[in-house]
C-alpha cells in the first residue's frame, strides 16, 4: 500500500506489479501527479504545479515512457540552451549542441562558439576550475557536497562573472534557489550528465497534462495487472502493531487501510510529522529533519495576442523568474497560433510565497517587459492579459543545501514492513522527474528483494550498481538512442 500518487509512487506501484504484487495508491488530492499535478479551469486550460521538462539524461524516464508505449508523448525540443540577455531586452544567447558531435565534444563545441555570455579567458578559468570534477569524477563530486557553488568558485578561481552569466540560472532551474545556498555537488550531477552524454541535456515537454498524458497510463498499467488508486484517501495517522511494525494507515475519513507492505511515496515535508513517536529516535528517521522542501511559484498568464517566442525552454535570467515557455508553442495540446499562454516558474519564492496573487502578477509583468520590450508592458498597454493562474508550492522539492545529501535515506528503512519513496531518497538525480521515478525503482526492488526474490527492470542502483533484470521485461535502451 502507497500513500502518495505522484510520479514516485506511481512508479513504485507500476514496477511491482510487474513483478506479482497487486499495489494500492493512496492520493490525498482528488489528481494524480503530486508535485506534477494540474487541474483544469473553467474554460478548459490546464495549470500546472511546475514548467516541467524531460531531459535526455532520464533514462529512467524515457524507460517508463517506452514500457508504457507512450514515447510519442515526448515533443523534443532542437538540441540547444537559450539565455535571455541580462543587458540587452529582447535578445537571448544560444548554445547550440551540433548532432554530428558525441559528448563531450559538442557541448565544447557549443560552450566554445557562444561568445555572448563569457570571453573566452573566462571560459579557459571556469574549464580549468571543473578540471578536478573531470579528472577525478564522482568521488571528487561526492566530496563537493559540504560547499555552495559560491564557495567552490572562489575555491577554485572561477571568475564571479561565471556566476552572474552561468550559475544563477542554472541554480534556479535545478533547485529554485540561488548560487549561494545550492550545493555545488548538484551542479556537479548535472554538468557531468550534460556533458557525459550526447543528448544529455536536449530537452522535450510533455504532450499535455501530467496528469492525463503521464500518471494516467501508469495507474492503468498497474490496474490492468491487479493494482487499485484511490484518490481523496488522506493519510492521517500510521497505526503500529506491538512490535513496531505498520499494522494499517489511518485515513481522515476514519478507516483503516490495511495490506501486507507499506510505502510512502509523499514528500518528506509532510511525511515528518507522520512519523509515529516511536520511529522518531531511529537515526534513518531523525535525519530526515535536515531535509526541507523549497518553495516555488508557478505562473500561468494567457495573452490576447501571439509574442514573439521559439519553441523551447528558456532561461530568463532575472531576479524574480527562472525559466520560462511559450506553452501556446512548445505544447501540443495548450497550441494556439493566435494567442500566447507563457507558463513562468517564480523562483526563489521565500519571500513571495505569502503574497498576493495580483502582486506576483505585478511583478512578473515587469520582467516580461525586458523579455518582451516591443510586446509586453508592465501597465499593460500591448498585450492585454486575458486571464491568469497563479499555483503556489510552498514546499516543493527538498531544498539542496550543503551536507543535505547526508541526511537522504535509503528506500529501505529499518521498520521491516515500511519502505519510503520520493526524489528525497538516496539515488543518484536528486531532486528531479527522474529522481522520482528511479527512486519508486529502487523502492520496488528492494520490496521485491526482501519479499519474493523478484525483480524489477535492470537499472543503476544508488551507487551505480546493477540490478537483476526480470526476464520478462525489456533492458534499458541506451540513451543515445534518443530521436527528435
Same mark, same amino acid.
Given at each position: ?14 514496477? *511491482?506489479?510487474?513483478a506479482?504484487?497487486?499495489?494500492v495508491?493512496?492520493?490525498a ?6 508535485? !506534477? ?15 516541467h521538462i ?9 524507460n517508463?515512457?517506452g514500457?508504457?508505449?507512450i514515447n510519442?508523448?515526448?515533443?523534443w525540443?532542437?538540441?540547444s540552451m537559450?539565455?535571455a ?10 548554445f ?6 558525441p559528448?563531450?565534444?559538442? +557541448? ?13 579567458p573566462e571560459?579557459v578559468?571556469?574549464?580549468? +576550475? ?17 560547499? %555552495?557553488?559560491?564557495?567552490?568558485? #572562489?575555491?577554485? +578561481? ?5 556566476n ?6 542554472m ?12 550545493s555545488?555537488q ?6 557531468n550528465?550534460f ?8 530537452? =522535450? ?11 494516467a ?11 487499485e488508486?484511490?484518490?481523496?484517501a ?5 497505526? *503500529?502493531?506491538?512490535?513496531? #511494525? !505498520? ?7 476514519g ?9 510512502s ?8 510529522p507522520?512519523l ?6 531511529e ?7 535536515a ?8 505562473v ?6 501571439? *509574442? ?9 535570467r532575472?531576479?524574480l ?6 506553452m501556446? %508553442?512548445?505544447?501540443?495540446e495548450y497550441?494556439?497560433?493566435e494567442?500566447?499562454?507563457l507558463e513562468?516558474?517564480?523562483a526563489?519564492?521565500e519571500?513571495w ?8 502578477i505585478?511583478? %512578473?509583468? %515587469?520582467?516580461l517587459?525586458r523579455?518582451?520590450? +516591443?510586446?509586453?508592458? =508592465? ?9 491568469y ?9 527538498y ?6 545529501d547526508l541526511?537522504?535515506?535509503s ?7 515500511f519502505?519510503?519513496a520520493?526524489?528525497f531518497?538516496?539515488q543518484r ?13 529502487l523502492?520496488?526492488?528492494a520490496?521485491?528483494q526482501?519479499?519474493?526474490?523478484r ?6 542502483s544508488?551507487d ?15 540513451v543515445a538512442? *534518443?530521436?527528435g
Open positions: 500500500m502507497y500513500a502518495g500518487g505522484g510520479l514516485a509512487g506511481l512508479s513504485t506501484a507500476k514496477y *511491482l506489479a510487474d506479482g504484487h497487486q499495489p495508491v493512496l492520493e488530492r482528488d489528481v494524480l501527479g503530486g508535485k !506534477v499535478a494540474a487541474w483544469r479551469d473553467e474554460d478548459g486550460d490546464v495549470y500546472e504545479t511546475g514548467l524531460f531531459f535526455g539524461a532520464y533514462p529512467n524516464v524515457q517508463l515512457f514500457e508504457l508505449g510519442d508523448r515526448l515533443q525540443k532542437e538540441h537559450i539565455f540577455s541580462r543587458d540587452i531586452p529582447g535578445q537571448f544567447s544560444r547550440d549542441f551540433p548532432p554530428w558531435l559528448a563531450p565534444w559538442n +557541448g565544447i563545441f557549443a560552450i566554445l562558439r557562444n561568445n555572448d555570455m563569457l570571453t573566452f571560459k578559468q571556469f574549464a580549468l +576550475g571543473l578540471l578536478p570534477a573531470i579528472i577525478q569524477g564522482q568521488p571528487y563530486v561526492e566530496k563537493q557536497d559540504d560547499k %555552495t557553488v559560491t564557495e567552490w568558485m #572562489r575555491q577554485q +578561481g572561477v571568475p564571479a562573472r561565471v552572474d552569466e552561468v550559475f544563477i540560472a541554480a534556479k532551474a535545478l533547485n529554485f534557489i540561488n548560487p549561494d545556498e545550492l555545488m548538484c551542479v556537479l550531477i548535472a554538468l550528465r556533458l557525459q552524454e550526447t543528448h544529455g541535456s536536449k530537452m =522535450a515537454f510533455l504532450d499535455g497534462s501530467p496528469p492525463e498524458r503521464l500518471c497510463p501508469m495507474a492503468e498499467y498497474m490496474k490492468a495487472k491487479g493494482g488508486v484511490r484518490t481523496g488522506r493519510l492521517q495517522r500510521i497505526e *503500529l502493531d506491538s512490535g513496531g #511494525r !505498520v499494522a494499517g494507515f489511518r485515513l481522515s475519513d478507516s483503516l487501510a490495511t495490506a501486507d507492505l507499506y510505502v511515496a509523499m514528500p518528506v515535508d509532510p511525511l515528518k507522520l509515529p513517536e516511536a520511529w522518531r529516535a537515526p534513518y528517521f531523525s535525519k530526515l529533519d531535509l526541507v522542501g523549497v518553495p516555488v511559484i508557478n500561468h498568464i494567457w495573452f490576447d495576442q501571439k *509574442l514573439s517566442t521559439v519553441d523551447h525552454l528558456l532561461f530568463s532575472s531576479d523568474l527562472s525559466v520560462y515557455a511559450d501556446s %508553442t512548445c505544447c501540443k497550441a494556439d497560433e494567442r500566447s499562454m513562468l516558474v517564480f526563489p519564492a519571500a510565497i505569502g503574497r498576493s496573487d495580483e502582486d506576483i505585478a511583478a %512578473t509583468m %515587469t520582467e517587459e523579455l518582451f520590450p +516591443g510586446e509586453v508592458a =508592465a501597465d499593460g498597454s500591448k498585450a492585454s492579459i486575458r486571464k493562474k497563479v499555483v503556489k508550492t510552498p514546499r516543493s522539492v531544498k539542496t543545501v550543503p551536507n543535505c541526511a537522504r535515506p528506500q529501505r528503512s529499518p521498520i521491516s514492513n519502505y519510503l520520493g526524489d531518497t538516496k538525480y536528486l531532486a528531479s522527474m527522474e529522481g522520482a521515478v528511479f527512486s519508486g525503482k523502492a520496488a526492488q520490496i521485491a526482501d519479499w519474493n526474490g525483480h524489477v527492470p535492470q537499472q543503476h544508488a551505480g550498481a546493477s540490478a537483476r533484470v526480470d526476464a520478462k521485461l525489456p533492458a534499458p535502451q541506451p538512442a *534518443l530521436q
